[in-house]
């Protein structure tokens, strides 16, 4: 069974703070990691994937097999990162690559 | 707007009443996706089609629920004989075989009252 946790449903910081939105997942395969952001009244959209390692919009993320976690980083917050986000899973071994998703995490960054 | 297109974005029906939606896939994209997303809920996965066979149905889809890719191009998800449970936002999202980056809908807003 695939299962994505986000122990955090808000999360609040300041402006230039440093930001980690934390995800643990569970499967017994090859799983695919993601992040997905849906800001105010728009659709979901892919932020990142740990297969590219990229840094989009100055985000990091790191799977780490040993303890199943993809957190999310930013060194530091801006005021337009404030959004819902998403981790979520996709299985290798899974037909159709669906997602499994987190329950989401509001980040809130104040000015 | 080349993107994934959903209709209608909001739907208030009463309980017992049959419901549709439609979505509109990216042209060039083999696979759509359904997923219902209640709220404080991350989205949940409901079924997937691969041109116009239907590969997966979750165990969240009950009989009432069916789907349809007719021509491999939109599909259309039907409810019937709605439940106050069944209120929730539908998201319809789609993606190349081969490529797991997924583009999702707005989503359709569905209130059964």
């Known amino acids: 069974a695939q299962r994505v946790t986000q122990p955090e449903k808000l999360l609040s910081v300041f402006k230039g703070a440093p930001v980690e939105l934390k995800c643990n997942y569970s499967?017994?395969?090859?799983?695919?990691l993601f992040w997905y952001v849906q800001y105010s009244r728009q659709r979901l959209q892919l932020l990142l994937r740990h297969i590219s390692r990229e840094s989009i919009k100055g985000f990091t993320a790191d799977l780490n097999k040993g303890e199943t976690s993809f957190h999310l980083k930013k060194p530091f917050a801006q005021e337009e990162d404030s959004a819902m986000y998403y981790c979520?899973?996709?299985?290798?071994?899974?037909?159709?690559?669906?997602?499994?998703f987190g329950e989401g995490t509001q980040l809130t960054v104040n000015p | 707007d080349t993107g994934v297109s959903q209709d209608p974005r909001h739907k208030i029906t009463k309980r017992g009443q049959n419901v549709t939606f439609r979505c509109d896939p990216i042209?060039?994209?083999?696979?759509l996706y359904w997923y219902r997303q209640t709220l404080g809920q991350g989205p949940e996965f409901l079924t997937y089609f691969q041109n116009e066979a239907q590969l997966e149905k979750s165990r969240l889809l009950s009989d009432r629920f069916s789907a349809e890719r007719p021509k491999g191009s939109f599909s259309t998800l039907e409810i019937q004989r709605t439940e106050q449970g069944d209120s929730a936002m539908y998201l319809c999202?789609?993606?190349?075989?081969?490529?797991?980056?997924?583009?999702f809908g707005q989503g359709t807003r569905l209130t059964v009252v």
């Open positions: 042209s060039e994209h083999n696979r």
């Open positions: 999202a789609s993606s190349f075989i081969r490529n797991t980056e997924a583009f």
């Open positions: 499967y017994s395969g090859s799983p695919e």
């Open positions: 979520a899973l996709s299985g290798r071994e899974t037909s159709g690559s669906r997602l499994t």
